[in-house]
T-cell receptor, first 113, second 109 residues
Framework: GAGVSQTPSNKVTEKGKYVELRCDPI?????LYWYRQSLGQGPEFLIY????????DSGLPNDRFFAVRPEGSVSTLKIQRTERGDSAVYLC???????????FGPGTRLTVL | GESVGLHLPTLSVQEGDNSIINCAYS??????FIWYKQESGKGPQFIID?????DKRQGQRVTVLLNKTVKHLSLQIAATQPGDSAVYFC????????FGKGTRLHILP
């Protein structure tokens, strides 16, 4: 069956621009997670949704980062006024609920010039 | 701060030999660990998990050992194959996943 998909696979933008990254979770999965992976590091948690609501956003680095999941399925991670330090692979994962195995998408590689 | 960490950033193993990747954690209350495999250009893939009420768990060609006394866990891969070449992460599941830095496994022909 279809796994977690993320679009775009690559995004190059200029410093100061706004970007949106999309995640399509596995159908029926109520929990959705965003992580960020810098080069040579393990993924770092950003935010977790249970249904439509953000249950834990403690990993968002600052208020330039925001995520939504308006209908409890697709989620969008939004980054305002991008900085070079935002360059990373942004990973999305989904699970049946918060205590089940998380399935990861392939990630979006964001490059801020 | 980071609660799980791997001992070696890289590990080279001869094809056909067994691989052992080690990991330490700091929080004695941690009770659920997962090993992930990440190939280039892909997201992490679940390999095997273990909860603190177990010392050992086996899967297909993989075994995870948990030593709660010294807060250490290891992933053993039997008869390592070229397809095992990847970065391996130990991680703690607290709902959100807390990843360590990873060990890159190189397979030598």
């Amino acid at each position: 069956g279809a796994g977690v998909s993320q679009t775009p696979s690559n995004k190059v933008t200029e410093k100061g621009k706004y970007v949106e990254l999309r995640c399509d979770p596995i159908s029926g999965h109520t929990a959705l997670y965003w992580y960020r992976q810098s080069l040579g590091q393990g993924p770092e948690f950003l935010i977790y949704f249970q249904g439509t609501g953000a249950a834990d956003d403690s990993g968002l680095p600052n208020d330039r980062f925001f995520a939504v999941r308006p209908e409890g399925s697709v989620s969008t991670l939004k980054i305002q006024r991008t900085e070079r330090g935002d360059s990373a692979v942004y990973l999305c994962a989904s699970s049946q609920d918060s205590h089940n195995e998380q399935f990861f998408g392939p990630g979006t590689r964001l490059t801020v010039l | 701060g980071e609660s799980v960490g791997l001992h070696l950033p890289t590990l080279s193993v001869q094809e056909g030999d067994n691989s052992i990747i080690n990991c330490a954690y700091s929080n004695s209350a941690s009770d659920y660990f997962i090993w992930y495999k990440q190939e280039s250009g892909k997201g992490p893939q679940f390999i095997i998990d273990i909860r603190s009420n177990m010392d050992k768990r086996q899967g297909q060609r993989v075994t995870v050992l948990l030593n709660k006394t010294v807060k250490h866990l290891s992933l053993q891969i039997a008869a390592t194959q070229p397809g095992d070449s990847a970065v391996y992460f130990c991680a703690e599941n607290r709902g959100k996943i807390i990843f360590g830095k990873g060990t890159r496994l190189h397979i030598l022909p």
